[in-house]
């Protein structure tokens, strides 16, 4: 069985994933238009690129389902039905899940590690992102967390503004981060974490920034790192 990778190199490789695909997206559209205009999947690919060229590549998964990953990630198998009603979660999909990379004796023997939200065009506060952060907190079972294989949840986003917005990303981020903070808040045994590569300009078109939202239970929880204080710093 691989070593998995740490968690700081899951969020490094996000963050870079995100950045080479906003890059692409400006060279393919000669700077003519910013990322969010383009579709959710041109940054979950590059995410998936990034994550499976790790060192302790894991095994990186698109679209996996809600019951998949449960079935992957409950000490019993079976009970991801009963689990589902409990928490109130609906059979939909997730971007990404990390699981660990070993040789499988069968197709039911999969150990998910890691899901991933990813989100494009990130402005404003949206009840929609508050109820995706909902989601990644109860997959990590939030009454016991020891009871589920998943370390933790990332929501990860991609913003952009136009040189004449009013309203800066500086202002904006922070308010995004806090409305996760207060659905955090709703579970005892969890914490969050944000982790952002600051806001860069764009010379004459406007700014754009990148940024993962981590929720893992309390004994597993890597810090704040000061990250709200780089959403303000700009290059």
């Not at 069968?106 to 995706?132: L, M, Q």
């Not at 009454?143 to 004449?164: I, M, N, Q, R, V």
Request: glycine share 6%.
């Amino acid at each position: 069985m691989n070593e998995f990778p740490s968690k700081q190199s899951v969020i490094d490789a996000v963050l870079e994933g995100i950045k080479m695909a906003k890059e692409n997206y400006f060279f393919w559209t000669n700077d003519r238009l910013f990322l969010s205009y383009g579709p959710n999947k041109i940054i979950t690919i590059h995410v998936a690129q990034a994550l499976g060229k790790l060192k302790e590549a894991p095994e990186v998964f698109i679209d996996a389902t809600v019951a998949d990953i449960l079935r992957c990630s409950l000490p019993d198998r079976k009970a991801f039905p009963e689990y589902m009603q409990k928490m109130g979660l609906k059979q939909s999909v997730f971007n990404i899940t990390l699981d660990e990379r070993f040789p499988h004796e069968n197709d039911n023997d999969s150990i998910s590690r890691v899901i991933i939200s990813i989100k494009n065009g990130v402005r404003n506060v949206k009840n929609e992102y508050s109820k995706e952060v909902e989601r990644l907190c109860k997959m990590l079972s939030p009454d016991d967390p020891s009871l589920s294989k998943l370390d933790y949840a990332l929501f990860a986003f991609y913003a952009d503004l136009t040189e004449g917005a009013r309203k800066k990303l500086g202002a904006r981020v922070p308010k995004i981060v806090e409305s996760f903070d207060r659905v955090v808040a709703n579970f005892p045994n969890l914490q969050s974490s944000f982790h952002t590569i600051g806001i860069k300009q764009v010379l004459e078109a406007g700014e754009w920034s990148a940024g993962v939202y981590e929720i893992s239970p309390k004994d597993n929880f890597s810090g704040r790192q000061g990250a709200l204080n780089g959403c303000l710093k700009k290059s």
